[in-house]
Structure formats: structure tokens, C-alpha cells
């Protein structure tokens, strides 16, 4: 009946616009139904909003969005726009209805074609991160027009009116886009155009949906009817990744095997990151069951495949008296089934329903008990009364029992009112709770923004992380709903501070890896939130996790300062400049791109041999053909083909390439003197040089430091320290236990063809930087780390060319520590430091400006082009990456190029812009 009354309203309103209005048939097990299709979008949560805004058209939206609040209050709702605008009160009928029930449900609003005067301020109403722009569409904004006839002070009154309306309008406008209200008058004074970014950039939308994402309106739709698919889905994604990691021996999960559909070897990385997410609830569990002096009740919310309680049982069956898996009904059914199929591993136990203090669970269409002690709950935790009824009435729940919950990749599935109204109920009914939330934050970097879209993109989108962005915010949040005590630790503090130094040397010898930035950027953009409203579980856990370190700021906080970057070169398909662990070496005012691993000509991702040049002027990057010349290649490989490798500019022209690595285990001592022709071919000849037993060489490695001395004795050397090497000179690591953080120095004469041993550094350092000061003979060393992934250098080490020796004259203040970045010598008093990972594992997205005086530091926050941040993919991480400095009068053009990597499990990102940043003449 309902859909009958919407198709005939649909078809009085719109019958002169629409001459023929399609119909869509359907089988169903009745036979044949036919719908309009405006009606079938109904039934799926989509409300058009076509042509003229008018009563009409008004009461019909505002009908239906009112009907589909009756039929459910957790789906979202999606309004498709293309309209010129219309009736200003038909407008706000419909925009005060939207208001009215979106506090409860999502609304994704649309443009396509054109969203104009009143329609607009519709745009910009949605849910905010929900309001979306086709590409081509337009958005225009305006002040409210009318007419008036009849007497002078008929028409004063309607005056007045439109002034009213259109003070009221300029305050919704300044709602929703959180601009101040001076700057949205001025901007309605006339029609104001704007095309998607415009509009993006003014506030009215947050997403622009290109042709490589266009498919994300089908994934947005299937939220209405699909979410809770979507969401189950990545379940099975994190049991094929946590049998991964079980498999390599990172933990011990004797069970999730069985829930895995097929096995996958994933990254190391990826084995990583969910090593301490199970770690980390694991111990964070343990802790609250033995705190407890009495049996405790614990209730595992979007449980999923997870075996935590099987794993548990063994050591504290006697203290649990309830665990409760809660999650869809439809992942509650697959999990039921598997642990029917194989009850004999998961229960084998003889008496699997004796009681055990909290007598005996019913089953139900919603709870299907295995034990006295362990259920399966189905309910879908946005329907938050349901799932208190079924926990208290169903499952027997006591509210005076020590209460666990644990949220592990939950609550940021939900809208904040659903998943606030769940946190707040549970203080109130238990008396005795605490709760263990694993969640993401930071969505504002350029890791954070593709962690989103991943998301998104699969289907289930971080809905609450924009408003809990960090640590501190989480914290805030459940201080406010009634815990009493919070605490938060991100993936970092907990590995680097609870962990032992023998279980984290453990990890680091189970496979090869060398991505530590992208390691310590996953690990700082998780955190767990734990609350509690009695005080010794936290105090117990912080006596094991210690206190809270490794939190990083969001982008852009702690900044008083600012330089701009521009896009000076956008990646074509064939362009090979998207690398990570790639060198650069400036020739004139062209750039040489050296090695790396990134996307090849043909789009496979890999070691890259070939050798990019960057004509600046005429932004037009080409391979280069290489003229290899006294080179046996018995492995068969590409000289250029390496990573993390250092290029060092010497005389006439030349550079010297040396080290790198193919893979983590097998690091590279070679080294090539190299020079660009006239006729841009790059000539790589080897600097042999025989080992003997006076005539020693350094070890293979890489993440080294080098520079140009050019007056050593009166010859031009390239010196090299540090690194990641083996512990012998020869041959390939065959476990990690053979690599190692190196301190020696060596001084490679290329012309001679020898290397020279020089003093060691005071400390061992990789992923750092050198740079040659001619005016007092030393060399300056600054940043890395001091062990494979931990413990920051915070120092700046000098060395004497002169003396051999090496003085630590200052520890730059404030903290700049990173590693991973690049650096630039300026005149003779200053390094600039460019991007790397900081103490706090959180990407450096700033330039520092550090005094080789006094060890001084400034830091200046990159502000990047409008363009550029759009979506994340657009994005630039500042990791991974190289970068030269060209002198510009008085001065400098920095140019950053490559960068990037795996994202965890959400895909690679590789920078596809060179950046320019254009420097003033700086100083302290």
C-alpha cells in the first residue's frame, strides 16, 4: 500500500518532467511484481530529489524519509540530488525533516548534475563525511530572491521576510560547513558556482567520487541493505590474516585454523600488526580475569571467528563464569555451524552443560549455548535495548559480577549515537565493568585518510573516527558516558614498552623485514582504550603496559609555522618516479631517480632497474638507456637494481653509487662510479677493489648514511657509516641473527679504487643522514635509529676528517628525532630535514630546520596544495622518499620525489607527485 501511495504521489508530481518513467519486474515466489523505478529505489533507502524544489516535491521527500524512519532506525538513508533549487519553505521542510531523524540514521546526500540554491544547503545537510559529488556535477549558492505586489507595506513585510530567511539560511550554511558567518554572506551575495573541489574546499561536500572510485555509490547503497554483509566480511579477512601469523609462530592459535576458508601467507608486515593485536587483548584480558577476586562475566562484542575464549579457557576456566561471542546473525550461524562440525577439538570436554555458578544458558533463536559457560549471541549491536535484554534475560547475565566487554574493530562500525548509547549502558545496569577497545584513529594523515577509504571502499566505513579522532579524544569519550577511569595505549606502547626485549628479538627473527616505517605508522594508528569503573584493573595494567607513550599528534597541531607545497610533476601511467627506497642526484637543474621498489612500466610492483630522468623545466620524466661496462652480471641482475642504496655526488659530474639490498637478507657491498652523458645515457662502471688481508672492506648494507668529502687530503672521497649489515663480510644473512645496526666508517677513494677504515661512530645508527661542513673538515651525522626498529639518536655527532675522531657536541632541543628522512646541508651552519618517522612513530609531515651551533630546531608543517590532498590516494606521504635542494638566488627549491608503501593491510600507496617547495633565504 505504502509503495502504491509513493508511486502514484511520485507520478503526480513528476509526470511533465518525466514523460516515460521506467519499470522494473521483478520474480518473486508469488510470480511476477512490477515496480516504477523510483518505487524500487524506495524500497532500497534511496530518495530522489529531481527538478524543481516545490510543495509538491517537498511533502513527497519529506514522506518518505519519514516512512523509512518507521521502517528502520539503523539503516542509512541515501538522497540523490539533481535539482536548480526551488521554494525556499518547501526547502527547509524538507532540510528540517532530515535533521529531525538524523541524529538516529545516516544521511548520504548525492549530487548529479546539479545541486543550486536551496537544493545545496540539501547537499551540505547530510551526515557529515556522508556528502557526496559526481565530478561533473555543479553547486551553486545564493542569497533567497522573491516578489512582492500589493501596498507599500505589504511589500515591506515580505522585504523583511527574505531578510529573515536569509539570515536564517546564512546560519545553516555556517552549520554545515564551519565557516565564519562574515565569509558565507559575502559568498551568497551573488550566484556563486562551484565546481567539486570548490565545493569540497567551501564545506558543502566531503567526498569526490572520480571514475577510479565511481563504484563506491554501489558499496554506499549496499549499506542499506548490505552493511552488515559487508562488515562480517572483513572477518574473514582478519582470521586468514591471524592464521598467517599463527602459522609463522608470531602466537600460538591452535583453533582459528578452523575457521578459515583457505589458508594465505600474508606480509610480514601484516603478521606484525595482528602479533600485538592479539597480544595486546590477550594480556590485557589475563590481566582483568586475575585481578578479579571473584569469577568474572565477559562479553566478546563483534566476536567474529575469534578463539579467545578457547585459548583462555585452559588456564582460567574456573574464574569465568559467562563468555559471550556477540555478533551479526549471519556470522553467529557460519560460527555455530564450524564449532557443530568440529565439537570434539572445541569441547572436548566430557560434561560440556555442567554448571558452573551461573546456571544454564536457554537456548533461543538468538543464543545458542555450548556450555554453562560459552554462548553464541546473535544480534546486531545497533540495536542496543535487544542486546541488553538478551544479555541480562537470555544469557543470564549477573550485573553485580566483574563485567568484561570487548570491542575489538567495533565501535568505529558504528554511528556515534548507536555506539555512544552502548558504551553509556553498560556503567549504569553493571556495577562492576570494564571495557577493552581496540579501535583506529588519526584519519587525517595520509596513512589515516587511506586506512579510511580502504575501508569505505569494502564496505564499512569508520563512522565514528571523525569525531574521536585520537587518543585523547577517546579518553574524553568515555570519561563522558559514565567511566570513571580510561586509559589508552597505541600498538606501539604496547610493543615497545610491555614487550621484552628477548619476545621482541623473538619476532624480529621470525621472516625477513625492513619495513619499519610503515611498521611504526600502522602500530601508531591503533590504539586500545580501556575503561573501567573500578580502579585496580587499570592500575593493575598499567603496572604491566606501563604509561601511555607512542602517541602522535594529528597532522598539522604543534605548528607555528608553515611552507607550502606544489605539485611540480604528476605521474603519468607509464611514469616510473612511484618508488619507495629510490636515491636522487640533481644535475643542474635536472633530476637522476635511481633504484627503488614501486610500479613498474607494466604495472607490476617490484625491484625497479630502470633509471628515470627529470627534465624540470619541460616536466617531462624518460628512462635512460645504461652503458654497463666492465660487468660480469653472473646473477643476471641489474646494477641499478636495488633499495635503500646511497647515490653521492662527486666531481665532474659523476656520482657514486654504493650498497642497498635486493631483499632484507641479502644486502649489497658493491659500488659503481656513474656519470650522464650528453645524450642522457647513464655510463655505470664498478670501483673494483680486491679484499685482502691489508686491504680491508666495509660489509654489505644498507639504510647507510654517505657524502662528498671533496678535499680529504686533497682528493674527492665519497664517506660511508652506519647501516643495516651483516655480521660478516661475506656471503648472504641466513637469519636475521646475522644482521645487524652498524657504527663503523669507511672512506671510499673511487679513483684509486680503495677503501679506507676510519673511527667508528659512538653510536650504532641506521636510516640517518651525513653531510660534509668543507669550512672546519667534519662531517655532521643526525637522526636514525640506534637498534633494527627502536631507540631514536637525538644527538648530532660530529667527526673530524682531520683528527679521526668523533665528538657528540649537541642534542638538538626541541626533540626533531626521526629516521627515514632526507637532509640537506645549508651554508655551513644548518641541515634541513625533511619528513621521516618521529619519536612518537607518528609521520614527520614537516620540514626542520636544526643549527649546527647550538643544536637548535625549528620545525615548519608542510601545508600541501588543496589539489593534491583530495582523496588519499592524491595524498603524499613524507616516508620512504629522497629529496634534492637546488640553489634559487638567495634561496633554495627542494623537490621531494618517490615515498610511499605498504599501508598494513589496506594496499600500497606510492606518492605519484614530485613536490616543490620554494625556500626564503633562512636562518636562526
Known amino acids: 500500500m505504502f509503495w502504491r501511495y509513493f508511486t502514484r504521489a511520485f507520478h503526480a508530481c513528476t509526470l511533465n518532467k518525466v514523460p516515460y518513467i521506467p519499470i522494473v519486474v521483478e520474480q518473486t515466489g508469488r510470480g511476477e511484481r512490477a515496480y516504477d523505478i523510483f518505487s524500487r529505489l524506495l524500497e532500497e533507502r534511496i530518495i530522489c530529489v529531481m527538478g524543481p524544489i516545490t510543495d509538491e516535491l517537498s511533502s513527497l521527500v519529506i514522506a518518505q524519509l519519514l516512512f523509512l524512519q518507521s521502517k528502520s532506525l539503523t539503516k542509512p538513508v541515501h538522497m540523490y540530488i539533481n535539482s536548480p533549487g526551488g521554494s525556499v519553505t518547501a526547502g527547509l521542510g524538507i532540510y528540517d525533516t532530515m535533521q529531525y531523524i538524523k541524529p538516529r540514521i545516516l544521511i548520504a546526500t548525492w549530487c548529479i548534475g546539479q545541486a543550486c540554491s536551496m537544493a545545496s544547503l540539501l547537499l551540505a545537510s547530510g551526515t557529515e563525511g556522508y556528502r557526496n559529488c559526481l565530478p561533473n556535477a555543479r553547486v551553486m549558492i545564493h542569497q533567497p530572491s522573491g516578489q512582492a505586489v500589493g501596498q507599500a507595506t505589504d511589500i515591506m513585510i515580505q522585504a523583511e521576510e527574505i531578510i529573515k530567511l536569509k539570515r536564517q539560511i546564512n546560519k545553516l550554511y555556517v552549520k554545515h560547513t564551519k565557516k565564519p558567518y562574515n565569509v558565507i554572506e559575502e559568498a551568497m551575495e551573488r550566484d556563486l558556482f562551484m565546481s567539486p573541489e570548490d565545493a569540497a574546499e567551501f564545506g558543502l561536500i566531503?567526498?569526490?567520487?572520480?571514475?577510479?572510485?565511481?563504484?563506491?555509490?554501489?558499496?554506499?547503497?549496499?549499506?542499506?541493505?548490505?552493511?552488515?554483509?559487508?562488515?562480517?566480511?572483513?572477518?574473514?579477512?582478519?582470521?586468514?590474516?591471524?592464521?598467517?601469523?599463527?602459522?609463522?609462530?608470531?602466537?600460538?592459535?591452535?583453533?582459528?585454523?578452523?575457521?578459515?576458508?583457505?589458508?594465505?601467507?600474508?606480509?610480514?608486515?601484516?603478521?606484525?600488526?595482528?602479533?600485538?593485536?592479539?597480544?595486546?587483548?590477550?594480556?590485557?584480558?589475563?590481566?582483568?580475569?586475575?585481578?578479579?577476586?571473584?569469577?568474572?562475566?565477559?562479553?566478546?562484542?563483534?566476536?567474529?571467528?575469534?578463539?579467545?575464549?578457547?585459548?583462555?579457557?585452559?588456564?582460567?576456566?574456573?574464574?569465568?563464569?559467562?563468555?559471550?561471542?556477540?555478533?551479526?546473525?549471519?556470522?553467529?550461524?557460519?560460527?555455530?555451524?564450524?564449532?557443530?562440525?568440529?565439537?570434539?577439538?572445541?569441547?572436548?570436554?566430557?560434561?560440556?552443560?555442567?554448571?558452573?555458578?551461573?546456571?544454564?544458558?536457554?537456548?533461543?533463536?538468538?543464543?545458542?549455548?555450548?556450555?554453562?559457560?560459552?554462548?553464541?549471541?546473535?544480534?546486531d549491536l545497533r540495536n542496543n535495548d535487544e542486546l541488553i535484554a538478551l544479555l541480562l534475560t537470555g544469557c543470564r547475565l549477573c550485573s553485580m559480577i566483574p563485567t568484561l566487554f570487548i570491542a575489538e574493530c567495533v565501535l568505529n562500525y558504528l554511528n556515534v549515537n548507536e555506539s555512544n548509547r552502548l558504551l553509556e549502558m553498560f556503567p549504569v545496569i553493571f556495577n562492576k565493568c570494564s571495557i577493552i577497545s581496540y579501535e583506529q584513529v588519526l584519519?587525517?594523515?595520509?596513512?589515516?585518510?587511506?586506512?579510511?577509504?580502504?575501508?569505505?571502499?569494502?564496505?564499512?566505513?569508520?563512522?565514528?573516527?571523525?569525531?574521536?579522532?585520537?587518543?585523547?579524544?577517546?579518553?574524553?569519550?568515555?570519561?563522558?558516558?559514565?567511566?570513571?577511569?580510561?586509559?589508552?595505549?597505541?600498538?606501539?606502547?604496547?610493543?615497545?614498552?610491555?614487550?621484552?626485549?628477548?619476545?621482541?628479538?623473538?619476532?624480529?627473527?621470525?621472516?625477513?623485514?625492513?619495513?619499519?616505517?610503515?611498521?611504526?605508522?600502522?602500530?601508531?594508528?591503533?590504539?586500545?582504550?580501556?575503561?573501567?569503573?573500578?580502579?585496580?584493573?587499570?592500575?593493575?595494567?598499567?603496572?604491566?603496559?606501563?604509561?601511555?607513550?607512542?602517541?602522535?599528534?594529528?597532522?598539522?597541531?604543534g605548528f607555528r609555522m608553515q611552507v607550502k607545497a606544489h605539485v611540480a610533476h604528476v605521474a603519468k601511467q607509464a611514469d616510473e618516479i612511484k618508488r619507495v627506497g629510490l636515491r636522487c642526484i640533481p644535475m643542474g637543474e635536472n633530476v637522476i631517480l635511481i633504484g627503488g621498489w614501486g610500479a613498474s612500466a607494466s604495472g607490476k610492483h617490484k625491484r625497479l632497474a630502470s633509471v628515470c630522468y627529470w627534465n624540470v623545466r619541460e616536466d617531462v620524466v624518460s628512462v635512460v638507456e645504461k652503458k654497463v661496462t666492465n660487468f660480469d652480471p653472473s646473477d643476471g641482475r641489474d646494477p641499478a637494481e636495488r633499495m635503500f642504496h646511497s647515490v653521492t655526488a662527486v666531481e665532474d659530474g659523476q656520482f657514486v653509487l654504493f650498497g642497498g639490498r635486493t631483499s632484507p637478507y641479502n644486502p649489497m657491498m658493491d659500488s659503481w662510479l656513474c656519470e650522464i652523458t650528453q645524450t642522457k645515457m647513464l655510463k655505470m662502471e664498478p670501483v673494483k677493489i680486491e679484499k685482502s688481508k691489508f686491504r680491508p672492506v666495509p660489509r654489505a648494507r644498507y639504510r647507510?648514511?654517505?657524502?662528498?668529502?671533496?678535499?680529504?687530503?686533497?682528493?674527492?672521497?665519497?664517506?660511508?657509516?652506519?647501516?643495516?649489515?651483516?655480521?660478516?663480510?661475506?656471503?648472504?644473512?641466513?637469519?636475521?641473527?646475522?644482521?645487524?645496526?652498524?657504527?663503523?666508517?669507511?672512506?671510499?677513494?673511487?679513483?684509486?679504487?680503495?677503501?679506507?677504515?676510519?673511527?667508528?661512530?659512538?653510536?650504532?645508527?641506521?636510516?640517518?643522514?651525513?653531510?660534509?661542513?668543507?669550512?672546519?673538515?667534519?662531517?655532521?651525522?643526525?637522526?636514525?635509529?640506534?637498534?633494527?626498529?627502536?631507540?631514536?639518536?637525538?644527538?648530532?655527532?660530529?667527526?673530524?676528517?682531520?683528527?679521526?675522531?668523533?665528538?657528540?657536541?649537541?642534542?638538538?632541543?626541541?626533540?626533531?628525532?626521526?629516521?627515514?628522512?632526507?637532509?640537506?646541508?645549508?651554508?655551513?651552519?644548518?641541515?634541513?630535514?625533511?619528513?621521516?618517522?618521529?619519536?612518537?612513530?607518528?609521520?614527520?609531515?614537516?620540514?626542520?630546520?636544526?643549527?649546527?651551533?647550538?643544536?637548535?630546531?625549528?620545525?615548519?608543517?608542510?601545508?600541501?596544495?588543496?589539489?593534491?590532498?583530495?582523496?588519499?590516494?592524491?595524498?603524499?606521504?613524507?616516508?620512504?622518499?629522497?629529496?634534492?635542494?637546488?640553489?634559487?638566488?638567495?634561496?633554495?627549491?627542494?623537490?621531494?620525489?618517490?615515498?610511499?608503501?605498504?599501508?598494513?593491510?589496506?594496499?600500497?600507496?606510492?606518492?605519484?607527485?614530485?613536490l616543490r617547495i620554494d625556500l626564503p633565504m633562512l636562518s636562526f
Open 443 to 557: 584519519p587525517r594523515d595520509t596513512f589515516g585518510r587511506f586506512m579510511c577509504e580502504h575501508f569505505a571502499n569494502v564496505g564499512s566505513p569508520l563512522l565514528s573516527i571523525d569525531q574521536y579522532p585520537d587518543a585523547s579524544s577517546g579518553i574524553d569519550r568515555l570519561n563522558s558516558l559514565g567511566w570513571e577511569n580510561v586509559t589508552v595505549y597505541s600498538l606501539s606502547s604496547i610493543y615497545y614498552c610491555s614487550l621484552s626485549e628477548q619476545e621482541r628479538k623473538r619476532i624480529s627473527e621470525l621472516e625477513e623485514f625492513d619495513e619499519y616505517e610503515m611498521w611504526h605508522l600502522k602500530c601508531s594508528h591503533y590504539v586500545i582504550v580501556v575503561g573501567s569503573t573500578v580502579s585496580f584493573f587499570l592500575h593493575k595494567l598499567k603496572s604491566v603496559f606501563g604509561e601511555s607513550s607512542y602517541m602522535p599528534a594529528e597532522v598539522g597541531q
Open 704 to 914: 647507510h648514511a654517505a657524502c662528498c668529502i671533496d678535499n680529504y687530503f686533497g682528493r674527492c672521497v665519497v664517506f660511508i657509516c652506519g647501516g643495516i649489515g651483516l655480521e660478516t663480510a661475506d656471503g648472504k644473512a641466513k637469519n636475521p641473527q646475522s644482521l645487524k645496526v652498524m657504527d663503523d666508517c669507511w672512506i671510499l677513494d673511487y679513483q684509486f679504487q680503495e677503501w679506507k677504515q676510519v673511527a667508528n661512530m659512538p653510536v650504532s645508527l641506521h636510516s640517518h643522514r651525513c653531510a660534509y661542513v668543507a669550512s672546519n673538515g667534519t662531517v655532521v651525522v643526525v637522526g636514525g635509529l640506534e637498534s633494527l626498529d627502536d631507540r631514536f639518536s637525538s644527538a648530532l655527532y660530529f667527526f673530524s676528517t682531520v683528527s679521526n675522531c668523533w665528538t657528540m657536541k649537541w642534542r638538538w632541543s626541541p626533540s626533531v628525532d626521526r629516521y627515514g628522512f632526507t637532509a640537506h646541508l645549508i651554508g655551513e651552519e644548518m641541515l634541513l630535514l625533511v619528513g621521516g618517522v618521529n619519536r612518537d612513530h607518528g609521520e614527520c609531515h614537516d620540514v626542520a630546520l636544526v643549527s649546527l651551533n647550538d643544536g637548535k630546531a625549528i620545525c615548519l608543517a608542510i601545508e600541501l596544495e588543496v589539489k593534491v590532498e583530495r582523496v588519499a590516494t592524491d595524498g603524499f606521504m613524507f616516508v620512504n622518499h629522497d629529496s634534492v635542494l637546488i640553489q634559487n638566488g638567495d634561496g633554495h627549491i627542494l623537490y621531494i620525489l618517490g615515498g610511499g608503501g605498504n599501508c598494513f593491510s589496506f594496499g600500497t600507496l606510492l606518492n605519484h607527485h614530485i
Open 206 to 379: 566531503d567526498k569526490i567520487f572520480k571514475k577510479k572510485t565511481i563504484y563506491l555509490i554501489v558499496v554506499f547503497v549496499m549499506m542499506t541493505s548490505e552493511k552488515c554483509c559487508s562488515v562480517a566480511r572483513t572477518n574473514d579477512t582478519s582470521t586468514i590474516s591471524k592464521v598467517s601469523a599463527a602459522r609463522k609462530k608470531y602466537f600460538d592459535d591452535p583453533f582459528a585454523v578452523y575457521f578459515c576458508k583457505h589458508i594465505e601467507k600474508r606480509t610480514a608486515l601484516i603478521n606484525r600488526g595482528y602479533y600485538i593485536r592479539v597480544h595486546a587483548i590477550y594480556k590485557a584480558v589475563r590481566i582483568f580475569i586475575e585481578t578479579s577476586n571473584f569469577p568474572v562475566q565477559i562479553v566478546n562484542l563483534g566476536a567474529g571467528f575469534d578463539t579467545l575464549f578457547f585459548r583462555l579457557r585452559k588456564k582460567y576456566k574456573e574464574k569465568i563464569t559467562r563468555f559471550l561471542d556477540v555478533d551479526l546473525p549471519s556470522v553467529v550461524k557460519q560460527k555455530y555451524a564450524i564449532l557443530n562440525k568440529y565439537d570434539s577439538v572445541f569441547f572436548p570436554e566430557a560434561d560440556k552443560n555442567s554448571p558452573n555458578g551461573g546456571g544454564t544458558i536457554q537456548k533461543s533463536d538468538e543464543i545458542f549455548p555450548f556450555s554453562s559457560q560459552y554462548a553464541l549471541v546473535a544480534c
